[in-house]
């Protein structure tokens, strides 16, 4: 019903529905503020100020709108999404790289996940846990997920943040990555199971 509802709203703003147009970016306008701040770098955020990577990111979905009806690629929120994405990357690219001489491809291509929001799906993967990591102490398993994340590789780690961090739906994830449904649930059960693994090796380690 919603995804119906947010369809005929498009079809609607796309003509010149201003009503429709204004309902329809306040409703993603939350999710949006939240990508934002899960994805924003500190290093940016201390010279970007998030609420305007969101108004701008609206206001570009507005101007595209009719582009975007015409052919709808994504389901819209994704495609949203991909637009504030971009609008980071770019931003990143020119605030923060500028600042170093030694930056690789992958983070000018990626902004890198920072410790807050590192800390954060540590947090949200702990509280889902009823095993083995959510026995542990606290603190220190806060510590070990950390170190763990940043030990997954890049594809693993993506889809832990777009599920647990930023609250995508299988289906988003889906249309996002371009894959089947299926294999978003499958991959997602192998990076956590990929996670347990890096922790297990983690406490082999101080055993030994």
Do not use: C
Request: aromatic share 2%; hydrophobic share 40%; charged share 35%.
């Amino acid at each position: 019903m919603v995804n119906s509802d947010t369809d005929e709203l498009v079809t609607r703003a796309a003509e010149g529905d201003l009503p429709a147009m204004d309902r329809l970016m306040d409703r993603h306008r939350q999710r949006l503020r939240k990508m934002v701040a899960v994805r924003m770098d500190a290093r940016l955020a201390a010279r970007v100020d998030p609420s305007d990577v969101v108004q701008e990111t609206l206001a570009e979905a507005a101007r595209r709108l009719r582009e975007y009806a015409k052919g709808r690629p994504l389901p819209f929120y994704p495609w949203l999404r991909q637009l504030a994405w971009n609008r980071l990357v770019d931003l990143h690219r020119r605030h923060v790289r500028a600042q170093r001489r030694s930056v690789t491809l992958e983070e000018a291509q990626r902004p890198p996940l920072d410790d807050r929001s590192a800390l954060d799906l540590a947090e949200r993967l702990l509280a889902s846990d009823s095993g083995p990591m959510g026995r542990m102490l606290h603190s220190e398993l806060r510590r070990r997920v950390r170190e763990a994340l940043d030990q997954l590789s890049d594809r693993d780690r993506e889809l832990l943040v777009m599920r647990h961090l930023e609250q995508l739906s299988i289906r988003e994830i889906a249309a996002v990555l371009a894959v089947r449904e299926g294999a978003v649930k499958t991959r997602l059960v192998r990076a956590l199971q990929r996670l347990r693994g890096l922790l297990g090796e983690f406490g082999e380690e101080e055993e030994g």
